[in-house]
Each structure stands twice: as C-alpha cells, then as structure tokens.
C-alpha cells in the first residue's frame, strides 16, 4: 500500500488543526474510500490497486472544508476530493496517499428557482431531480450512476448521460452556471467562478479546486415512459436509434442500442427481450408515445417492454441498463470484459459505425448512446471489449483512430490523455495560481507534472 510513508507529516498536529471535523483511520474504512471503479480496465487495476490515503476527513461545511484545506497546505499533504467514487477512470484514486476528502455529508439543496438550482457538492443526483420535479423541472442529464453519484463528482469526473440526447454534454457552455471553489494557497480562501469561468474546474478531476457549490441550470420536467423496441438485425437498430435521435418533434431523454448478444446480460430484463435480438431502450415522453410508435412501426421494430411513467418509478429502472451500467451487468457475468469509449464522425449512414462491427466480430460488442454534439445527434459507443492484451487493447483503439473515430480512453487516469488530448492551458493557469505546491489530487493533471519535470 502506498500511502504518504515517504514524508514525515505530524498527523495530531493536522487533526488538532481541524478539531471537531470528522476523521476516519480505520485502515478499511480508508483502503474502501480509496477506490473507485477502475476496476473496468484492466490497465489501470495493475497500476492502482496498491494506492491508499492516509486517512478520511468528512466536513459538512464550507467553512470546514476551509480549516481542512489550511491544515493540507501546512505541512504540503495531498489532498483528493472525493464524492460517491463511482469515476471508472481512477479519478479520485490518491496516488500519493495524504488525506481524501469525502463531501458526501455537504449535500444541501441550496435553493431552486424555475430552471437554476443551488445545491452543495455532495447531494446525490436522484435526490435533486427529486426535489426538482417537485417544482416543475428536473436535472438535464445524469449518468447511469444517478442513484449514488454526486453532483460535484458529476462535474469533477463525469462527462454526461440520460439527457445528453437533448442537452449535449457537462462541458458544453449553459450546462454548469457557477461555482464556489475553495483553493489551496497559503491562506485558503473561496472564489466565485461564473459564465466561461467556470471551465477552470469543469471535468478537471478535482486537481485545481475543492468545488463547494454549485448553480445547475434544470429542464423542465417530463412524464418519462420507459421502452424497449426489438430489431432483427443491428444496423437496423442502430439507424432506428439516429433516426430517433433526428426526430424533433419527439421528446426523448435516453436512446440507447445495444447489439445482441448484450441484452443477453440484463438478468431483470432477459424474460422481456427474446433472445438474439438487438434493442434499443429508450425513455420518452409520454406525449411522444403516439409519434414514437409511428416511427417504430415505421422501422419494422418491435416493442417488447413498455412501462408508463407512473409505473417506471417503482422496480427495474431502465436507466440501469445504459450507459456505463450496461458495462456493469456484462461484467457482472463475465469479469474478463472491459470496454471502449468512442464518438464516431457525424453520418446518418453510419458507415463508419457498420464497418467497426463488421472488422471487429465477437471481439467487440456494440453499444450506443446518441448524444447531441454541437447540435448534430452522434452515436457515442461504449463498446464491450472481450479482453486479450494490453497490446491488442491499444491495437484496437489505434484502430479506430486510424480510421476517424474519436476515442475518449478509459484506460488511463491521466486528464489529458482521456478524452481531451490536449493541455488545457486555462485549467493549468488556475491550478498555478490557486493550488501553487500542486496538493490537490497529485499525478493526475499532466501539464502540471510536466511543468515540475522541465
Ligand atoms: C456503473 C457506472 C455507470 C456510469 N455511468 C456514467 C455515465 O452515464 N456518465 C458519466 O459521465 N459517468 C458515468 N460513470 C462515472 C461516474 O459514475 C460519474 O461520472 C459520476 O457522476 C461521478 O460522481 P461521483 O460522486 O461518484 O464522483 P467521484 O468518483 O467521487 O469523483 C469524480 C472526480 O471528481 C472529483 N470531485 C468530486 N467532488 C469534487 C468537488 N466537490 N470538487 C472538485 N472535484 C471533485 C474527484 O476528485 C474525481 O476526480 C459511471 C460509473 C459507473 C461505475
């Protein structure tokens, strides 16, 4: 286990520093809340099994976390944020050991106004829409994880989800309105970011900022029925799923396909999806349902499961099958897969697309989830990958690059090198200048590790 060992840190001077603040050291308790679900790739399960923090600190405020950030910048100790630490790439993982800062008691739902809300890091998603809907609006998109994941771990780690159909993706400007960030300089203290502004600390892993609140812009609420349509064969499924997405005038918030054999994995479904098919699971309006049906009739595609909204609130929610959920179950049953993340070009054919499952066979599984990307609907893929190598793994990726697909790695816990691919000067110019001795989750931004080798 490698925890901050290499250093001499007075720990009863840190926790004095922080009196009243809760600790956690029983060395279980911190090994659990040292993870998150890496453990889907292969390649970053030899590299960070073995990481663990010294200990846990909960705070329940802003002004906690204040005491707590002086306390790290004192005697230089690492610092990871940490919400649910549901991240699949190792995000909140401490590389160097210090302490994890856990935010799951801040979780306040501020205030909501029609469209905005403003709530503390720690409150779970389903538990804002729930309080959302209650006024008339609801979140804009959630991942698959809505039932644990945080708001702020959305915003630190996340990418998007059920709703990105309409909404696009968390880094897309409007979908983050501001935030309160606590920094890590000599004497810590909280700024305001809003507008473009807030892209300092959007999806960057929680290494320039403790975000301690945030302002979320919300959608108005829906009656959301949940469906299943069967297809014969899988490009069918898959332009019924652009087609879909295309489709305006219907009201939808998740379109998800999913080539057989992986419907073959949903245990609670499988009674509903007859074998060997191929299916797309969607969640639409209820006053779409007439247009939705049309369309489907139109497309030769069955409905094999359909329940209204009212009824989708209880049992099996459908949400649980897509997204990075879907990796879930197919892992549940089978450990040796891991999976891809890929954006293919914008092609109502989907040319592209047909190709790689065609190329690839048994050895990769296809899954979409058509987002909307700059105001044209895209299939983003999840493909389940039947594990080999790390060499035939990148082979894969490289692959698809080679041939114009966009591939988001979920096979490293390095920003940049996931889906960005670039320094992000505006992210590092912020982390100079509010976490100057480079304390917050250490290792993960490389343009900071760069510039400390050079
Ligand atoms: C089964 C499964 C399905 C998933 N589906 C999706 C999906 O559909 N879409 C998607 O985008 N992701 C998905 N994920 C990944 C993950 O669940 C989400 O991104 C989730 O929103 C992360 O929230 P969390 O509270 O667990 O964050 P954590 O994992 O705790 O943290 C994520 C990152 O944010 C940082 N962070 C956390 N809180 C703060 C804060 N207050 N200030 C600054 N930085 C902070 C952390 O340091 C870390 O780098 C999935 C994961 C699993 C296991």
Redesign the pocket.
Known sequence: MTATTTRSIDWKRFSDAIAGIEIIRDATQVAKLSK??YT?SPLLVEQLSDKVGDLVVRPTSEAEVLKVAKACVQQRIPL?????????YG??IPLQGGVI?D??K?QAVKWIQPGIACVE??V??AALDKQARETGWEIRM????YR???????????????G?ITYGQ?RDRGNLLAVR?VTMEDEPRVIELRGDDVQK?NH????N????ELEIPLAPAYPWAELIVVFDDFMTTATFGQALGDADGIIKKLVTICADPIPGYFAALRSAIPPGSHVALVMVAEQSLEPFKAMVKEWSGSICYEKSAQAAKKGTMLL?Y????T??HARTVDPNLTYLQTLFPYDPELKLLEHMYQHFGDELMMHL?FIRVAGCVLPAALQLVRYSTPDRLHEIIRYHEEKGAFIANPHTYILEDGGRKTVDPVQLAFKEAMDPYGL??PG?MKAWEMRDRS
Request: charged share 10%; hydrophobic share 35%.
């Open positions: 998150d679900y889907y990871t944020v940490r919400g649910a630490g549901t991240g699949n995000q909140c800062l935010l799951t801040m890091p720690g779970k998603l959630a991942p698959s994880t644990t994941a945080t708001i702020g771990g959305f915003i630190g780690g996340g990418s998007g989800g059920i990105s968390l960030v600390v960057a892993y929680g290494t900022g403790i975000i301690t649980e897509t997204w990075n959920h990796t879930l989830e917050l989750n993960k």
